[in-house]
DNA sequence: ATCGTTGGTCAACGATTGTTGGCAAACGGG
DNA sequence: CCCGTTTGCCAACAATCGTTGACCAACGAT
């Protein structure tokens, strides 16, 4: 009978499957989707490579498990209406210097069709919603939410990725200071 | 005697260098730098691989080739200066739907460390040079042109790699209409 | 007509990749 | 203590990659 009393509980291959993870998410941040192989991710966790097939199928398997990506995005409700620019920018750079997941997505996105499916998929789901909170005309939450992306992921790109020297010097108080006028404005202020 | 008469003329093989270059553009933009195969490029262009190692020295010596970017800033002196945001925008919309060299570049500053210094060189001996026609302060030129390029860059992502829905349907004159303050804002106002 | 130069194909190499199946050891409930 | 299950390693497969060298055809100046 596969299921005794800890059914839920730890295994012992928990552990395994936890680091595999872990490397799993450096290295493709790191290199990207084609560039990580199962066998490097493998050595980073100290298994053998057969072990990620077995737990996670195959190479995209293990891409899908490793980048499951929540932003958590704050509730704007409470929020005053001026200050949700400021809010929104500060948690995506907590959101993304705390967590190598986004970067890896970011780097996968850009190279593999899956990737930037799934960044499709976040967008849709996470600020989507986020946005309707924000923005005043149903209509144009779409749209809205797409140039916030634009600026967010466009900072993420050059800072995270494509590392140009000013834009990692940049303090995040500074950061915030510059980019929150612009994600307020692209949120809340009328059409252009 | 290497050299006759037409040294620096057309020589037959120049016809298969140039569709080899334009083969490559389209698969490095399409695929980015790993999924973009050698094999194909030469399919791409109607030859034999050995022929893409004989004229460009190696897989990398082709890339180098065929990125090799001028985004032709235009000079922002004659500019009022507070349309210098809206030309920006404008140029650089342009450029990238002219020409899939930058949406190549992009895929594979995205994965690749050669991809990424190169965006950095150019970021450097391009857009710095013409920030500083725009920003009154000289320390502060490096970090204005910096900002710049997220929101750029940024809009680039999202609308020509990442594909957004809401970014890809959006007008030219939309895009400039809404990008153009925050370009112009990074480049002339004040520290915030 | 001849012969070096150029443009091009073909077949193969060594390396690396994702992936698979077989087998050994450790575990754990009966 | 015993036996099925879990966990893991090892070796190998087939495919694909960048790269190389041998070989052939067409050209062009002498």
Redesign the pocket.
Known sequence: ??D???TALS??????RAAILHAARERFAADGY???????I?RDA?????????YY????GLFAAAVAVDLKLPDLGPLPRDEIGSALVTHFLAMWEENEVLTALLRVGATNQAGAERMQGIFQEQLLPVARQACPDPEQVPVRAALTATQLLGMALTRYVLRLPPAVALSRQEIVAWLAPTVQRYLTAPNP
């Open positions: 009978m596969p005794s009393k800890h295994r012992r291959s928990d552990t395994t084609e560039r990580a192989t199962i066998r490097t493998a100290g298994i053998d490579p057969s072990m990620v097939m077995r199928g195959s190479k995209e």
